[in-house]
Structures are given as C-alpha cells and as structure tokens.
C-alpha cells in the first residue's frame, strides 16, 4: 500500500502575528515554523496505515527550501521518503497550491499510484478547506473531509466524521483523499535519534509548473485580529470572590 500525505509550512501556532507595512504579508523575521496539527495526525495516518497494510509512507509539501524542515519531521515520524515542490518565498492560493501538488503527484506516481491520500482538514494559517478538495477533484478521486477516524479493508476506505449527536460513516473506493482533523491519533514522537537520522536522508526537490499558479483568489490586504493586553485582575480568594465571578458571566462574558 503506498500512501502520501500531505503538508504545509506554518508560523507556530499560537505566536503573535506581526504584518508588514504593506499589509501583504505576514513579518516572518521573529517567526518560528511548524506544521499544522492536522498534518500532524496525517503524517501518522500514512505511517499507521502502512504498518498495518505494508507498503511506504512518502510526504509532499509545496513551499520555500526551508519547508524541508517540517519534511524532516515527518521522516523522524518514520515517513519513508519525502519531496519537496520548491518555490519561492511567495504566497500561492489554494487553486495554485492544489494545481501544483496535483501535478507533483503524478509525476511521483509509478505503475502502482498512490492508494490513498492523505491531507490536513485546513492549514493552521489561512484555514481556507481547499487543497485537499481540489487535489482530488484535479485526479479524479473520491474525497471525504473533516475525518476522526479511518480505517482501511480490501481496497476500501471506511471513514467517520463526527457530527452532532453521533457520527457519519462513508464507504469508499480506493485510491481516494481523506483530509483529517486532529485527534485522528496521536502522533508519536520523533526521538533525538530519528531526528539525527531523518537530517541525514535524501529529499527529493522538484520544481512545480510554472503555469499552475495562475488564476484563483486575489489578496486585497490582510488584517491582525485584536488582541487584548490588558492586564488581569484578581477578584478575590475563596468563596468570596464568587459573586464577582458570575457578576463577570452574566453581565460581560454572557454565557450565564
């Protein structure tokens, strides 16, 4: 079974977002990166999957030559090879994004082809529930997105969303994408030792189509959201600070 799973390169989740002048383009210059934690739970799918079934996981990731870091780590998660569509540091929209992997997936595909592809629900930054969709719509393959669990039986996807008051269960044919949400699985750690090794390993590094990235949403401007930097204040200790508190809930917060 050969399985892909796919990545993007994210400013830490959680750190505060600086925009340059121009309001273009995140300040990446204080910026530590990661991957997002759906992406995560993807890299472990692949490797779960292929432990069960056999096979090899590989990774693909469209984004600057630093992006091999976040490839890195998933090769220290046990991902067997990796590749990287190189670009510059530019931004690309969701259709270019989806045009170029899909066109890096078929050059990687051999006789075989993947069976199953594997990708975040959303990117931890601009959260725009697109790639994974329009990948499988480039390839022609059946898709199922927002996914907790996953199982594989005889060629067949058996995958479950949740939904309010229960769950949904969709049956399909492979080869198929599956976008996934976190909780999944739990990712393993990636061990001082895998780490060393996966510095080690050969990734492979392919230039992406020039045509693929034309078209698709055009950026105005982007805008931090608020942040409150007030300080915090101590109502009190004990039973007597209570009144305070849901004084607080009900006329502030509104939830009581």
Known sequence: MKVLACLKRVPNTGAKIVLT???????????G???SPHEECAIEGAVAQVETHGGSAHLLTLGPPEADEQLRTGLAMQADEATLLETDDEEWSPRATADAIAD?????????????????NESADAANYQVGVRVANALGYPCVTGIKDLEIEDGTAIARREISGGEEVYEIDLPAVVTVKEGLNEPRYASMRAKMQARRQEIESVDPRAETR?????KVRLEAPETDDSPAEILGEGPEAVPDIVEILVEEVEVV
């Not at 034309?214 to 055009?218: C, D, I």
Request: glycine letters at 16%; hydrophobic letters at 35%; zero cysteines.
């Open 214 to 218: 034309a078209g698709g949403l055009e």
């Open 21 to 31: 002048e121009d309001e273009q383009r995140i300040d990446t210059s204080g910026l």
């Open 33 to 35: 990166f990661t991957m």
């Open 104 to 120: 890096g997936i078929d050059r990687l595909d051999d006789d075989e082809g993947f069976d199953l592809l594997l990708f975040g």
